[in-house]
Every structure is written in structure tokens, then in C-alpha cells.
């Protein structure tokens, strides 16, 4: 989400699973959907047999996405963003451009400083020591009212189409094919395919997922290809967007809900030590306007944020008090879970509750989880499984290979419920809040997440009631004000998070009439205020559970065009828009693109069409309200100074790299702005001693590390492999089905061999590459045979916009594995 | 499903009734449209009560490595460069449900193999001797025999379900002519070369089954005799039917 969020203004999938049926072209790169989201491919196979869509894969295996796909080219794991600015400048080139979307919908004519600039590698304002960029100069230049200026015939050699042009232009086919490994025929082809898309009556959607995000560079990954989509006017149209396809269900609900160390619910941000009271904070979040007239969404912030902290402290949280602002943690830094670790690791953390998670099997780097769980004093473990997180301690022979007589962490196993033995909602990729209902009885003493926190929480205030504290106010004063305080029920939860009126709320067009009296749910986030009369847990879920019922429990699929924009299923947040910035289906007039693209147009009063409007309903084409409403531009980013390592993307190598330089021809190897702990980078391979690129995924048989406890699981895909290709086992002397050893700088694991026609060998930066590939599913609970943990050998380095580690590319060496071992 | 909607029943030889038929049924298994989710054979584990053990990887995404009295349904993975460019084929395993079945007419024992008017070929096992003669009369290498109780399983097109109305617990066309047609219809992307999935170009029941099956089934006596012959013969021709061709043998 990291990469799209600076690009159009909101972190999600921009369309939705039905809306895949739409598309002229499917383009999958970065994920592998058939076997990571086998149920939603179906609306990839819909779109073939429907509307004869094209399916191109690209990606470093052949995947059984690639298997029914209609064109697959492969790659050098780690190099997509020379494929996506090779796509790009392609598309420049050839001018495979929908200029009217361009200039109206994006910030293409926008003139940047005169300061900024790109260098060797670098964007103005590197600090090497700090290993990130000062972003002033980073910055439109403003006209005297504090607008950008702007060039609408995009000729300005400063404005941000120019210099798109430019920084791409040194991608072209041939570097391509040096950086990537893809043959130019390949590369070539998919260009064209793509390009012709570009016509306002084809559209593409793109899919990806963990294949990108789990890159030093991911961001910039998303966001290469989120470039490509708006200059090829496929954003905010059916059958078109950046679907984030989510690997985990409801991971969407985790961020929405803010469950992100940076975060609070609905993106709203945590305040850091430098906001001292409310208004420092606030200041620092509502974005100026940056052209006249537009919607700046996020000028309403003050409403969220007063909402969010009556929800949470009532009638504690006033004007005098800043909203209760002191009752929140100010945050000395990013608390991902790589910095936790690290803590933990370096003994700064006596205890750690893990819910819902199994970090020792899920991040990179298993010696180093082990020696920072072992260093705890108390571990807590949330889960329906025993995971391997919980039974670090115990010594599983090679597979977990600790003495328990060292470790002095005292480990809490807290049994919770599995989704089927509860009620609640969950999140999709595509937003939906969807409700479900309880079909069973957890076994033994197993009991929901929300009844093992409220016991939690209502005996740590009963101390801190009992015996006070430093500061007890922020719990103390918590409202609570559940049935059962032990046990909140789902139900609670959901009308909490949607809001509820503390007074009436007066309807600012009709003083007669109010938008909620007091003590009613809340219709929407439109009707959240700032002055304390409205409550709202998290704002872009208002709407969910109204004074009408529960929203998401709808389950109505009439579809009367048959797009998919089945509004009575289930909630979409945000408010029920099933497709984001959906006022670019039509052109500037309010006229639709395409007459076969037919969405969302302008009838002379307002917006109308299958779906909710993502635009003030009113706002007649003439007033130029722009489709990007959260920007403070109005259009989405092709320029984006929002990301902390390049307003344009560039390719830079993976932190581990089979070649010795930089391609591209720059002197910055790896991404310059990555955050690498100095025993980390100690930890770094070359390639002179591990010279195959390796690569961790997930297998349809199972998923991540839950169905290795199950029979069925562990029979369809019953024991760790790896996979390499015919030329490197014919080199190695590996046979299909032989034991191997694939060792890292940080460990080792042995495995089958899987040899394959799918694990290409490439020619990339002057060499051949060798891929090995490592699905991840084993470890040595369950089951499945046992089996090493994968993350025995990643990098601990992480993406430099939001730390997601580097799993998808790093080296390691291969070898059968030594008699006796079979 | 009530005795009188057998069509075909095996070593028998009284009539079929006729008084009522039943709609006939195929399964389609479009080819050109699967990922090899096996969620078809995790499906088919669930609703049959089947779990095998849990074995090995031995180079391939195939797992188990044949089908076996727990694997009724198994997707076969297989690789091939067709036209220069690569192909992962991938093909759900498991019997045809011949119009013509092989293992029917193969089976001595009276009643271990039927057919139902519907077209589902169903196994007895109550009624099974375990002498492995419809293995070796399947063209597709189908039925697998259970050492531990001497009864060979396969696949009932969910015959159980159905019965009562519901559908399978799964979800160019291939329907050999050589068999008669069968009840499972598959749509095969390269459907000019079914040998690179596995699947034989042309089975047909071989003529041993033929003759077997009109002219032979007269008296127990003289089944008895030449049963000792047709099993030599089927032996020659499969080289021991309870051997796995090699041709099955893929990723």
C-alpha cells in the first residue's frame, strides 16, 4: 500500500475481486494469484472466457498463473522496476499515451522546482551518513497564491511530464533485456499488449501482491506500474486499477483498523514525539491545497481524529484537554516488527504478546528470532495453533536445533478461535466488510481474541485501579462500555467502530433537518464533526452499521449491469464505492471514455452510475474537481515526492545481487535509503560464495504455515522442496527427487530437489542467473513432514517506504546433499 | 440408488430393468480453464472420508505419486515444450466413467462392478474378490487395489450424492469413442495431443474383454475356464496389472 497511497492518495486495492471480469488485459506481475488466491482467479478465467481478455505474467518461475496465461516472459527476481520504466518509456516513446486522461487526471503538467534533480543514481538531497534524502527540494514550484504552477501543454522541459520522459529514457528494450534477463522479443511483445490499453475502450487491470512488496524497493515497484496505469487511462475504470490482491484474509482489516505501529485506525497517523499538543499534530497532517478548488479530502482531518478519541476516552476527551491528545504514545521512531526484533535481540524488550502471528516462521533471519525470543523474559502467545513462535524453545533436532536448558523466556499459550468459531467481519482485498457467522464450537479452552484481551484489559485496570500508577488516566478512562466487559461481543465492536452521535447533528445544507440525533448510529463519515458531538472508532469504516442494520451482513448480489457493482453485498469502505476514483471513468466533461466503458457520468445535476461517486456529488465538471480527491492536487502523483527514497522510481539491485554493479550505470548499487542494522549487513552474502539468486513463495496446497497442521494439507504437498532449473542440476549433479543442501549467509536447509523446465536459466548483467526457488510452508510443528523454517536464510533488510523484508530476492548456494541424508 | 437403476451389472447375466430411466449425467472438466488448485481432490478426500499418508516429494508437484485406494481424484502435473514454448499440463486423474467399461466387463465377480442408468460405473466393494481383472481391463489405469482388504477402489462420480440431487463434490473435448464415450467430458487445451496430459490417444476395451463379455458369460463353468486364460492374456497386455505403466509416472 506504501506505493500506492503517494501515487493516488488512499492504500488499497483500487478495485475489486468481480471487477477483474471487466478487463481487456489482465497483467500479472509481482504475484501469482492462481496459487496464492486460487477462489478470486476465477474472475481472471471469467475475464478470458467473457470478454476474451489477454493474461500476461510475468515473473521469475513459471507459475500456474503462468500456466494458463496467454503470454509469460520470465525475470530476474529483484529487477522489476527496470521492467515497469522500460514498459514506461515504451509507452512514452511510442506516445501509447491517453493524453486527455494525462493532462486532466495527473500531475503531468505541474512544474517541479528548479532545484530538484537526478544524478548518478541519487535525487537531490542524499545524506549518506543518514542514509536519507532531505526532501526540500522535492516540491512543486507555487505561483504568489500557494498554488503549483502548471504547463497544460506538458512542453515545459520542468514539468513532470518532461522529466518522466527523461529519467525513463535510459530503459530501453536492450537495457531491459541486460538488467531483467527477459529476451526483447518477450519484453516487446508485452509492451505492445499492454500499449493497447491505452485506447479509451481497452482497459487493463493489473494484479500483484507479496511478489512486490517483499523487495528493498517494493514501493517503488507498485508505484512503477501505478505510473504505467495512468498514462495508459486505466485508473478509476472498470476493468482496470492496482489490485493489491492481500495475502492474508483480513490483513486489509489489520490496516485499516491501524493495527501498523505507525498507524491508527483509518490511516490516520500515531504522533510522534515532535507533535507536542493537538495542534502541532494536526498542522503537520492537513495538507495545503495545492490547486484551487479541489475536494483535499484530508482537510477534514480534525473530524476523524476528535471522532476516533471520543470513541476510545468519551466524555475524558475535550476541547480544553486537546481531545485527550496526551493520552496517546508518542513514537520515538518506526516500531515495525524488524526494529522489534532488533530491540529484542540487543535485550532491549522484556516481554512481547504475539497475537495471531507466528513471527519466527514469518521474518527474516531465524537464528537472529531466536536469539531475541530467548532473550526475553516473558512471551505471550495468541493462536488457534501451536506455532513455532510458541515452541521456539523446544529442540526439534536439525529442524530446531536449540538447548531448552538456556533459554529462560516463560511462554503464555493463550488458545483462541479459528474464523469459523466466531461471528465478526473480515476485510477483503477488495475492502468489502463482509460479516460471517459462528459454525462451530472452538475446542477445548479456547476462546475468542476479543474475550482473551477484555480479560486483559479489565484486570490490568483493576490494578491500576487498586494500586495507581504513573500515569493510569489513558486506561482508566478507556470507555468500555461493553455488555460483558470481560467479553466485548463482535457486534459491540462493529457499531463502535462505525460511530454514533454524542448530540444531534444538524445538516449543514437543512438547518431543520439533522444528519443523526443523538445517541443514533452515524450514516457516514460525512457526518463526522470536530467539536466532540460524534464518536467513531475508525472513520472510513462509518457507514458499516448504521441506524438501518448491520451493512456488511447484506447479502443481496443483484447486479443490474452487470460490472459487478453489486452495492446490496456486503460494505465497502469507503462508503460502499466498490471502485476508487471512479469519477476518471468518465472524461472531464462527464462523459463516459468509451461508450463500451460506460461507469460512473454526469447527468447535468450530478454524478450517477452503478456505483457510489468518489466526488462531491454536486460537483459539476466545470468546477474541475479533480478524481483524486485525497491528494491536495486533485490528480494522482506521476511525480511523487511522498515516498522516502525518489519521487521517480529507479532500478537498484537487490541488497544481495548475483552481479557486481549496477546495471543501470549508476554507482548506487542497492537502494540507497534502506534502513540496514550494522549486524545485519554483517550478515549479507556475496556472490562470490552464494552465486544463485533464491526466491521464498507460497504453494496452493497450503497456507503460510496453518494447513501443515491439517492431514489433507499435508497430503496434497507433504514435504519441503526446492526448485531449480535443468541446466544448474545438470551442473550441480542433482537429480529430481535428490536431497539438497541450500545454504545463506545466515543458514542452512536441506530439502528435495524439484528440477524443472519452469525455473528458467537468464543471461542478465553480462552472466547466466540461476533461481532457486523456495516455496515456505514447513516447519517442525504439524503435520506435514518436518522441515526447516525458509526464513533460516533471508536478509533481515527492508523495504525503505515500510519495512517489508526483502524475501523475494537473495543469494545462497546449492548442493546435493551428503550420502546418508536422503 | 435403488436396483433398478442399474444398467450393467458385472458377471451377470439377467436383463437390465427397463420399467424407468434416469437422466444421464457427465462430468465436464474444462482443461483450458484449471490451475491445478487441487482443491477437486481435497474435496473429494473430504466427502469420502479418504486420508492417505502423508508421503513424500519426490520431484514433483504430483503428491501422492498415483492414485491409491485413499486418491480417487489426483491432479497430474507435467511439463512439455509444445511449439517452442513451455507447458505446465495439468489433468484431474480418475476414472471415465466409460459407457463401455472395461472393468465391468473384465469383472468376474457377479455384481462388484455396475452401472447405473444415470452412467456413474460404481464399485461394490462388498462384492469384490480382489482379483484385480478390472484393473487390468481399464484403458486409463484407473482402479487401484487395497492390499490391507483385498477390495479395489475408484472414483463414484460422487455417486452418493447424486442419488439425492446434489452435484459432484468437484468441480477440444475428450470423449474417447474407443470406450464408448465416457461420463467425464474433458476440454483440453491441446486437445490434438492428449498423450502429453497422459491420457491415451485412442483406448478402447481390448477384444479379449469383447469376447469375454458376449460370448462367455453362459455358464459358471465355463467362466471358470477360461477365466484362467483372459487373465493370462490381460497379463501379457499389461504387463501385470497391478504394476503402474510408466507412462504415469510424471510431475
Not at chain 1, 528470532?369 to 533436532?397: C, M, Q, R
Not at chain 1, 471512479?582 to 461508450?595: E, I, L
Not at chain 1, 530437489?753 to 533461481?771: D, H, I, S
Not at chain 2, 467399461?101 to 461394490?124: E, Y
Amino acid at each position: 500500500v506504501a506505493g500506492l497511497a503517494p501515487t493516488f492518495g488512499r492504500g488499497a486495492m483500487t478495485n475489486h475481486w468481480v471487477d477483474i471480469k471487466n478487463a481487456d488485459v489482465v497483467m500479472v506481475m509481482g504475484g501469482n494469484p492462481a496459487e496464492a488466491h486460487p477462489c478470486g482467479f476465477k474472475w481472471v478465467i471469467e475475464a478470458k472466457i467473457k470478454n476474451k481478455a489477454t493474461l500476461v505474467v510475468v515473473d521469475p518461475r513459471f507459475t500456474r498463473t503462468a500456466a494458463v496465461a496467454d503470454v509469460y516472459a520470465p525475470i530476474r527476481a529483484g529487477s522489476d522496476i527496470a521492467f515497469l520504466a522500460g514498459l514506461a518509456n515504451y509507452l512514452l516513446q511510442k506516445d501509447l499515451v491517453q493524453h486527455e486522461y494525462v493532462k486532466a487526471y495527473t500531475n503531468a503538467s505541474y512544474i517541479v522546482r528548479q532545484d530538484y534533480g537526478f544524478d548518478d543514481g541519487l535525487f537531490t538531497g542524499y545524506d549518506e551518513a543518514k542514509r536519507s534524502y532531505d526532501k526540500t527540494t522535492w516540491a512543486y514550484e507555487l505561483d504568489k497564491d500557494g498554488f503549483a504552477k502548471v504547463d497544460e501543454t506538458l512542453q515545459d522541459p520542468r514539468c513532470v511530464y518532461q522529466l518522466l520522459k527523461g529519467h525513463f529514457s535510459r530503459y530501453t528494450p536492450e537495457k531491459v533485456e541486460e538488467i531483467c534477463g527477459t529476451p526483447k522479443a518477450q519484453f516487446l511483445k508485452i509492451c505492445e499488449i499492454v500499449g493497447s490499453t491505452s485506447s479509451p475502450a481497452k482497459v487493463m487491470t493489473h494484479l500483484y501482491a507479496l511478489g512486490w512488496t517483499q523487495h528493498s524497493q517494493g514501493s517503488q515497484m507498485i508505484r512503477t506500474m501505478a505510473m504505467i496505469q495512468l498514462l495508459l487511462g486505466n485508473m478509476g475504470m472498470p476493468g482496470g486499477g492496482m489490485n493489491a490482491l492481500r495475502g492474508h484474509s483480513n490483513i486489509q482489516g489489520l490496516t485499516d483498523l491501524g493495527l501498523l505501529s505507525h498507524l491508527l485506525p483509518g490511516y490516520l497517523t500515531i504522533p510522534t514525539e515532535a507533535d507536542t499538543d493537538y495542534a502541532t499534530y494536526l498542522e503537520k497532517r492537513i495538507p495545503k491545497p495545492l490547486r484551487p478548488g479541489q475536494m483535499n479530502y484530508l482537510s477534514n482531518y480534525g473530524k476523524f481524529f476528535v471522532s476516533l478519541q471520543k470513541a476510545w476516552w468519551g466524555a475524558a476527551a475535550t476541547k480544553e484537554n486537546d481531545w485527550a491528545f496526551g493520552y496517546l504514545p508518542k513514537i520515538d521512531g518506526g516500531y515495525d516488527v524488524l526494529r522489534v526484533f532488533e530491540n529484542m535481540a540487543q535485550g532491549k524488550m522484556n516481554g512481547y504478546i504475539c497475537q495471531g502471528f507466528n513471527p519466527l516462521a514469518s521474518f527474516p533471519d531465524k537464528a537472529k528470532l531466536i536469539k531475541a525470543l530467548s532473550s526475553l523474559k516473558f512471551l505471550v502467545s495468541i493462536d488457534p495453533l501451536a506455532t513455532e513462535t510458541a515452541s521456539f524453545w523446544e529442540n526439534h533436532g536439525e529442524y530446531n536445533d536449540v538447548d531448552p536448558a538456556t533459554i529462560q523466556t516463560e511462554v503464555f499459550r493463550l488458545p483462541s478461535t479459528c474464523f469459523a468459531e466466531e461471528d465478526g467481519s473480515l476485510v477483503n482485498s477488495g475492502r468489502w466488510l463482509q460479516w460471517h457467522w459462528k459454525a462451530a464450537d472452538p475446542p477445548g479452552d479456547a476462546k475468542g481474541d476479543q474475550e482473551i484481551v477484555g480479560e486483559l484489559f479489565t484486570r490490568i485496570r483493576d490494578l491500576y485501579r487498586k494500586e495507581g500508577g504513573t500515569f493510569p488516566d489513558p486506561i482508566l478512562n478507556l470507555t468500555w462500555a461493553y455488555k460483558q466487559p470481560a467479553s466485548p461481543s463482535p457486534e459491540e465492536l462493529a457499531k463502535e467502530f462505525n460511530g454514533v452521535a454524542l448530540a444531534d447533528v444538524p445538516d449543514p445544507k437543512d438547518p431543520t433537518k439533522f444528519l443523526a440525533k443523538e445517541g443514533e448510529q452515524l450514516p457516514g463519515f460525512g457526518a463526522l464533526r470536530d467539536d466532540g458531538t460524534t464518536a467513531s472508532g475508525c472513520w472510513i469504516f462509518a457507514g458499516a452499521w448504521t441506524q438501518n442494520g448491520n451493512q456488511m451482513a447484506r447479502r443481496d448480489a443483484s447486479d443490474p449491469t452487470g460490472l459487478g457493482a453489486t452495492g446490496g453485498w456486503a460494505w465497502a469502505w469507503p462508503a460502499n464505492r466498490r471502485i476508487l476514483y471512479n469519477r476518471a471513468s468518465a472524461d472531464p466533461a462527464g462523459k463516459p471514455w468509451s461508450p463500451k466503458k460506460k461507469y460512473m457520468t454526469w447527468n447535468g445535476a450530478k454524478w450517477v452510475g452503478p456505483d457510489v461517486p468518489d466526488m462531491r456529488p454536486d460537483a459539476a465538471p466545470q468546477e474541475n474537481v479533480g478524481p483524486f480527491i485525497m491528494n491536495a492536487e486533485g490528480v494522482a502523483r506521476l511525480w511523487a515526492p511522498g515516498l522516502t527514497d525518489g519521487p521517480f522510481p529507479e532500478h537498484y539491485e537487490p541488497f544481495e545481487t548475483p552481479l557486481a554493479r549496477n546495471p543501470i550505470g549508476t554507482k548506487v548499487l542497492s537502494n540507497p535509503v534502506a534502513r540496514v542494522y550494522p549486524s545485519d549487513r554483517e550478515k549479507f552474502g556475496t556472490a562470490k560464495e552464494f552465486p544463485y539468486v533464491a526466491t521464498t513463495y507460497r504453494l496452493t496446497e497450503h497456507f503460510h504455515f496453518w494447513t501443515k497442521h491439517t492431514r489433507i494439507g499435508a497430503v496434497l504437498q507433504p514435504e519441503q522442496f526446492v526448485e531449480i532449473s535443468e541446466g544448474l542440476a545438470k551442473k550441480k549433479g542433482i537429480a529430481n527427487g535428490d536431497r539438497v543442501v541450500v545454504r545463506s549467509k545466515r543458514g542452512k536447509i536441506t530439502a528435495k530437489a524439484v528440477v524443472t523446465k519452469r525455473m528458467p536459466t537468464l543471461k542478465a548483467g553480462g552472466q547466466e542467473v540461476e533461481t532457486v526457488g523456495i516455496p515456505i510452508h514447513w516447519g517442525f510443528l504439524g503435520q506435514a513432514r518436518k522441515g526447516y523454517l525458509t526464513n533460516t536464510l533471508t536478509p533481515t533488510v527492508g523495504d525503505a517506504n515500510i519495512q517489508t523484508p526483502e524475501y523475494k530476492a537473495f543469494l545462497v548456494d546449492i548442493e546435493k546433499a551428503p550420502a546418508g541424508q536422503a | 440408488m435403488a436396483s433398478l437403476d442399474i444398467k450393467a451389472r458385472s458377471a451377470s447375466t439377467s436383463p437390465a430393468p427397463s420399467a424407468r430411466s434416469t437422466l444421464e449425467i457427465a462430468k465436464m472438466v474444462d482443461v483450458s480453464r484449471c490451475i491445478g488448485c487441487k482443491a477437486c481432490q481435497s474435496a473429494c478426500m473430504e466427502w469420502n472420508d479418504l486420508r492417505g499418508s502423508v508421503g513424500t516429494n519426490d520431484g514433483f508437484y504430483t503428491n501422492p505419486a498415483d492414485l491409491n485406494d485413499q486418491t480417487w481424484t489426483l491432479m497430474r502435473f507435467r511439463e512439455e515444450e509444445i511449439n517452442d514454448s513451455l507447458q505446465w499440463l495439468i489433468l484431474k486423474d480418475g476414472c471415465f466413467h466409460c459407457e463401455d467399461p472395461g472393468c465391468l466387463r473384465a469383472c468376474p465377480a457377479p455384481g462388484a462392478i455396475i452401472q447405473f442408468s444415470n452412467g456413474i460405473v460404481d464399485f461394490q466393494q462388498d462384492a469384490c474378490i480382489g482379483c484385480g481383472y478390472c484393473i487390468a481391463g481399464c484403458p486409463f489405469n484407473i482402479p487401484r487395489l487395497r492390499k490391507e482388504d483385498s477390495k479395489v477402489y475408484k472414483c463414484t462420480l460422487c455417486s452418493d450424492r447424486v442419488a439425492v440431487g446434489l452435484g459432484y463434490a468437484q468441480a477440444a473435448v475428450y470423449d474417447p469413442k474407443g470406450v464408448g464415450g465416457t461420463h467425464v467430458v474433458m476440454v483440453l487445451p491441446h486437445g490434438d495431443r492428449p498423450e502429453s496430459y497422459g491420457l491415451p490417444a485412442h483406448p478402447r476395451v481390448g477384444p479379449a474383454l469383447a469376447l469375454w463379455r458376449s460370448g462367455l458369460a453362459r455358464t459358471a463353468g465355463v467362466v471358470t475356464m477360461f477365466g484362467v486364460l483372459v487373465a493370462g492374456i490381460l497379463h501379457y497386455m499389461r504387463h501385470g496389472p497391478l504394476e503402474v505403466p510408466e507412462e504415469k509416472k510424471e510431475g
